[in-house]
């Protein structure tokens, strides 16, 4: 299943950031370029504090990059909001709202009518799991649940490109492997284009068709490795054992980079 | 439910025995009821004249209702605008803060001066102390929404109003609802106050009135009427908070059986 064909639809050359903290300068994006295509599922992997968080807050235009750009459709912009929707560890879900009105809050905001926008969440709700939960409120579902109604939220705003930044990374490594088969299940039926940011390199692995590796802080990418596997994908193959080495080589260079 | 049952049982229970010694000292010590009446006396006189008690006890209702609803409106709407405006919060919040230290007992007669006899100046009085409560707790709400959902509602490209009526408000209300339970307690405390002072009508009055009149076991029948008020009110907020905030109660429900 080889996506990279024409132009892509995401360009990014050359991100850097800087944060000053009083007169210490520290230099947390070194010239970041990646690129994705329509549909491509791609995962960021690097270790712990290598920017990844800024990168991710830089495409969802919170923060402004010092130098680069972000090329969408070919044509340049200032980051990638309207176009992606967002998800991360937190599920930031509202406590007053149920699980069907937590779901459709993307859409609420981009305007539709809350009673259509319900009907259409109300038919998602089985691939997602949550088919007898639309009325629970966050409070009362599992962990796994709430993500799933996060993941929920982040499809039906419709966007073409996801961000998901260590989606499933406060989840037990039970619950972890079920919503990464969910998400497989939902990026193949609605296929926007993926960008996943994740310290797990498994979970990269049995996800991505292709994984960025960054280095450690200032975090640039210091390689790429396609994964052309049929999905599923067991992590117990032997050619998926030869990929898990390889980024474990080049991360361990990192971490060792980072130790004193 | 087990808790349940010591939460209101064991307070009553408290109750009945205070209630028992109390009678059994007055009768041992023989005090005249003109100092001290006994429970029973006073639940008979509660009982006796009972029209005459609910008669007064619905003025005072009346002018905690209203002085509460003043409140809540000015009070919310202040804190919106406070809460919208950093030089409003500066020039508003230390005087709201330091209108605080002037006791009410101090105004009042101004009041009734500006208001007149009548319920305006206890309408007045409830809501000048109540409103602190509510502006502060309102405030400090709307402030504690959570950086990452706003950070989301920013993605998702909300509009101010969006941000402000799906988010904001939302979190706000737990903080008020704590707002209007201290409110409730202490805007009993205006309206007796106002009429003290100066009334023709109200519990308060008749306290003054019954006092007066060495009718003691009157004046204790009154305050017995306004503590049920107050608890009375408290409860309507209470069963309004269910229902408004229904999320509060599931989490603390969720936490308690396990």
Known sequence: M????????????????????????????????????????????????????????ILAGLISPDEGNIMLDGKKVPHLRGRMAYMQQKDLLLPWRNTLDNAILGMEIQGRHKRSAREQARELLKIFGLEG????????????????????????????ILLLDEPFGALDAMTRGIMQRWLLKVWGQFGPSVLLVTHDVEEALILADRIYVMTSRPGSIK?????????????????????????????????????? | ?????????????????????????????????????????????????????AA??????????????????????????????????????????????IPVFAIAPLLILWFGYGIGSKVV???????????INTVEGLKAADPDTLALLKILEATPGQVFFKVRIPQSL?????????????????????????AREGLGYLMIHANAQLQVELVFASIAWLSILGTGLYGVVVVLERLLVPWRQRAASLISES
């Open chain 1, 223 to 260: 390689g790429s490795l396609q994964v052309s596997f049929e999905r599923p994908r067991r992590i117990t193959q032997a050619d998926m054992v030869d990929c898990k080495k390889y980024l474990l080589e080049l991360l361990e260079e990192e971490i060792m980079v980072g130790q004193p």
């Open chain 1, 133 to 160: 939960f639309e009325e629970h409120y966050p409070q009362e579902l599992s962990g796994g649940m709430r993500q799933r109604v996060a993941l929920m939220r982040t499809i039906l705003c419709k966007k073409d």
């Open chain 2, 56 to 101: 007064h006890g619905l003025v005072t209702l009346t002018e905690i209702g209203l002085g509460f609803w003043v409140a809540l409106v000015v009070g919310f709407t202040l804190a919106v605008l406070i809460h919208s405006s950093q030089i409003l919060e500066w020039a508003f919040l230390p005087l709201i803060i330091s209108s605080q230290t």
């Open chain 1, 2 to 57: 080889n996506k990279r064909t024409g132009d892509p639809l995401l360009q990014i050359n050359g991100l850097s950031r800087a944060f000053s903290n009083g007169k210490d300068k520290l230099q947390v994006l070194q010239s970041v370029s990646l690129d994705a295509c329509e549909g491509e599922f791609i995962a960021i992997i690097g270790p712990s504090g290598c920017g990844k968080s800024t990168f991710f807050n």
């Open chain 2, 174 to 198: 737990p903080f008020v609802f704590s707002g209007i339970k201290i409110g409730v307690a202490v805007s009993v405390i205006g309206a007796v106050i106002g009429e003290w002072v100066g």
């Open chain 2, 125 to 135: 009085m409830t809501a000048i102390i109540v409103f602190f409560t509510i502006v």
């Open chain 2, 1 to 53: 439910m087990k808790a349940r049952f010591y939460n209101t049982g064991l307070p009553i229970a408290l109750l009945v025995i205070l209630g028992l010694g109390w009678e059994a000292s007055v009768r041992l010590f023989e005090i005249p009821p003109y100092v001290l009446p006994g429970p029973l006396q006073i639940l008979e006189v509660m009982w006796q004249r009972m029209d005459l008690l």
